[in-house]
């Protein structure tokens, strides 16, 4: 849907974009054609713009997870989940980008049901490392979150103008560390957007940054250049993971990138110490690291409003 030749006025763009900003607050990035334009949320009433259809994202929950980084985890999901139903407008739907849980236990997926099944949203799922770490790997995860998938987990449809591919990129982690596609999943992948416009607006989301974050701590996806050459004659693409536990946004050519924050606890960025591990905050600064975001696709328009919004500024 890349138009830029009938863009809506500056004043009129402004207005649409400054309508996005919810309690919390953050950036928000117009991405058109695939260059990102941010804009100052300042003090935006939170409202939908018309004309935009608008889902949310939540990532690593680590229900299971209770040390010092954060003994409470669940409290602050659940702070999150009231802060997704709390939108003006509900969101179509919600996606979910991986580690619900901290060690794969069915304990820790009966607590995830309970808590997320506060959604008043639909919710898409795709799994994190930790959510594979069974004797049968995914089996709880399957178990706890059934949904019609292709292969090993992997599955697409189409909302508001956009196609929208889970990928799964955590069971080879363990092994190769670094997130990895596989060659099975890149042959459905070919299959399945063979049928698209090129002007679709295609969103990705998967938990492992498909973009080299920082490798070295596994912070990336091996095979994700041959994803990318599958999708490059689409006109904007735009991928959403969790894994790193923070904001990290990059744009390549006509793709975008948004690692997003946990709602358990925050990581070091990368290469600050020697591994990735829960990073410990005062306490008065916890809540500025964790949060959930808010994403809109301006009909027409071929722009995508993202808003992260941590449970407290900083």
Same mark, same amino acid.
């Given at each position: ?47 939908? +713009?018309?004309?935009? *259809? ?6 690593? !929950?680590?229900? =299971?997870? !209770?040390?010092?980084? !954060? ?5 602050? +999901?659940? &702070? ?9 407008? %509900?969101?179509?739907f919600v996606l979910h980008t991986g580690d619900i849980t901290h060690l794969s236990k069915p304990a820790e997926f009966d607590l995830a049901q309970q808590v997320l099944g506060g959604l008043r949203a639909p919710v898409f799922y795709t799994p994190g490392e930790h959510d594979v770490l069974d &004797?049968?790997? =995914? ?5 706890? *979150? ?9 599955? %697409? *449809? ?21 997130? +990895? ?9 070919? %299959? ?7 002007? /679709? ?10 973009? %080299?974050?920082?490798?070295?701590? =596994? ?32 744009? &390549? ?5 948004? /690692? ?55």
């Amino acid at each position: 849907m890349r138009n830029d030749d009938h863009q809506p006025p500056p004043n009129a763009r402004r207005k649409a974009l400054k309508c996005m900003a919810w309690a919390g607050g953050g950036l928000v990035w117009s991405l058109v054609g695939g260059v990102p334009r941010s804009l100052l949320l300042g003090d935006a009433q939170a409202a939908t +713009a018309a004309g935009t *259809f608008h889902f949310a994202q939540i990532s690593d !929950n680590h229900f =299971g997870f !209770n040390k010092d980084a !954060n003994p409470d985890v669940v409290s602050s +999901a659940k &702070e999150c989940v009231t802060r997704i139903n709390g939108l003006p407008s %509900s969101p179509a739907f919600v996606l979910h980008t991986g580690d619900i849980t901290h060690l794969s236990k069915p304990a820790e997926f009966d607590l995830a049901q309970q808590v997320l099944g506060g959604l008043r949203a639909p919710v898409f799922y795709t799994p994190g490392e930790h959510d594979v770490l069974d &004797e049968t790997p =995914g089996a709880n995860y399957r178990k706890a *979150f059934p949904q019609k998938t292709m292969g090993d987990g992997w599955y %697409s *449809f189409d909302a508001g103008g956009a196609h929208f591919i889970a990928l799964i990129n955590v069971l080879d982690f363990a092994t190769s560390g670094l997130g +990895a596609l596989g060659a099975a999943q890149l042959e459905w992948l070919v %299959s399945d957007v063979k049928g698209l416009s090129s002007s /679709t607006p295609i969103v990705i989301f998967t938990h492992i940054p498909m973009w %080299s974050v920082y490798p070295q701590w =596994g912070w990336g996806t091996g095979d994700a250049p041959q994803a990318f050459a599958t999708l490059k004659r689409f006109g904007s693409i735009t991928v959403l993971n969790g894994h790193i536990h923070q904001v990290i946004q990059k744009v &390549e050519g006509h793709v975008s990138f948004h /690692t997003a924050m946990s709602t358990a606890y925050p990581q070091p960025k990368p290469g600050e110490g020697p591994a990735p591990s829960p990073l410990k905050l005062p306490a008065d600064k916890l809540r500025t690291a964790l949060g959930v975001r808010a994403i809109d696709i301006v009909a027409g328009k071929g722009q995508l409003v993202v808003v992260n919004d941590p449970l407290e500024l900083s």
